[in-house]
């Protein structure tokens, strides 16, 4: 069960987009589709954004996207804004029925 | 409405033991994916244990053999039975809800904070 591989943090100016990849094995992000993405503001608990690779709950932004490829998935935020700096962590099933999240990554909206 | 509130944390010592509680509220917790998550100061989330709607339950190799997660259906909620604890053990724990196996964790409680330490 080794966590899932993020960069450590990411930047990005107002308006432009930014992706924070997530990279696991075929035991987990490869060998399912069931892969969600989580946002975290200090202090607070984290909330969904993403879930079952590129479903976005009910409230979610659509400025909000995933994707994956192989063993990589990916979260993009489009049209950076002030409150989407947070910490982002990825995670997924896996083939012994756990789950296992990523390290996380620290948005910083420059 | 929704909510999930733990309960329990504490501080404890080394080998010792601790229950924590999650009353939950607005839905039914034998339904659902129920899932204890932690996180240490300053650290990332850490997946901890799952018990399915059906009853099977799965641990992270990390606290196998010393936790054990469980339900009572008549208070409508959820515990993690913590033994042996170790100081790595030191985090708060959050309380999640997923709907269906793949879900993604809607719901979220507030946590609650376990220090072990002498």
């Known amino acids: 069960q080794s966590a899932l591989t993020q960069p450590a943090s990411v930047s990005g100016s107002p308006g432009q987009s930014i992706t924070i990849s997530c990279t696991g094995t075929s035991s987990d992000v490869g060998g399912y589709n069931f892969v969600s993405w989580y946002q975290q503001h200090p202090g607070k608990a984290p909330k969904l954004m993403i879930y079952?690779?590129?479903n976005r709950p009910s409230g979610v932004s659509n400025r909000f996207s995933g994707s994956k490829s192989g063993n990589t998935a990916s979260l993009t935020i489009s049209g950076l804004q002030a409150e989407d700096e947070a910490d982002y962590y990825c995670?997924?099933?896996?083939?012994?029925?756990?789950?296992?999240f990523g390290g996380g990554t620290k948005l910083t909206v420059l | 409405e929704v909510q999930l509130v733990e309960s329990g944390g504490g501080l404890v010592q080394p080998g010792g033991s601790l229950r924590l509680s999650c009353a939950a509220s607005g839905f039914t917790v034998s339904s659902n994916y129920m899932s204890w998550v932690r996180q240490a100061p300053g650290k990332g989330l850490e997946w901890v244990s799952v018990i399915y709607s059906g009853g099977n339950t799965y641990y992270a190799d990390s606290v196998q053999g010393r936790f054990t997660i469980s339900r009572d259906n008549s208070k409508n909620t959820l515990y993690l039975q913590m033994y042996s604890l170790r100081a790595e053990d030191t985090a708060v724990y959050y309380c999640a809800r997923e709907v269906a196996y793949g879900s993604g964790i809607d719901y979220w409680g507030q946590g609650t904070l376990v220090t072990v330490s002498s």
């Open positions: 079952e690779v590129s």
């Open positions: 995670s997924s099933y896996t083939t012994t029925s756990t789950q296992v």
